[in-house]
């Protein structure tokens, strides 16, 4: 059983800044590529950015680039650093990890439940 808990979120105007944070517990033995996703209004799910195992690769949405930055902590917690915060940010955002549960195991994704960021105009 893995699970991921995602914090962080809340209400800002806009030009803000907001930190998320998710955490993995479980059973797993490892955990490759971890990322975000975020769910607008009226709009389909979207890959916000991704980011490997060390650290070294991260890839983000058009939309957010220059704007939001992700990392990964020894303690294996995946943050997303969202500045400049525009009202068109506003969406539920998901943390997503591909991860090695046992030895035998293929790598699965798991999800978060979200946190609710909203950005007033």
């Known amino acids: 059983q893995v699970q991921l808990v995602e914090s962080g979120g809340g209400l800002v105007q806009a030009g803000g800044s907001l930190r998320l944070s998710c955490a993995a517990s479980?059973?797993?033995?490892?955990?490759?590529?971890m990322g975000w996703y975020r769910q607008a209004p009226g709009k389909q799910r979207e890959l916000v950015a991704t980011?490997?195992?060390?650290?070294?690769?991260t890839n983000y949405v058009d939309s957010v680039k220059g704007r939001f930055t992700i990392s990964r902590d020894n303690a294996k917690t995946v943050y997303l650093q969202m500045n400049g915060l525009k009202p068109e940010d506003t969406a539920v955002y998901y943390c997503?990890?591909?991860?090695?549960?046992?030895?035998?195991?293929?790598?699965?994704?798991?999800w978060g439940k979200g946190t609710l960021v909203t950005v007033s105009s």
């Open positions: 479980g059973s797993f033995l490892r955990i490759n590529a």
């Open positions: 980011i490997t195992t060390d650290g070294g690769t």
């Open positions: 997503n990890a591909n991860v090695k549960q046992y030895t035998w195991s293929s790598w699965m994704d798991y």
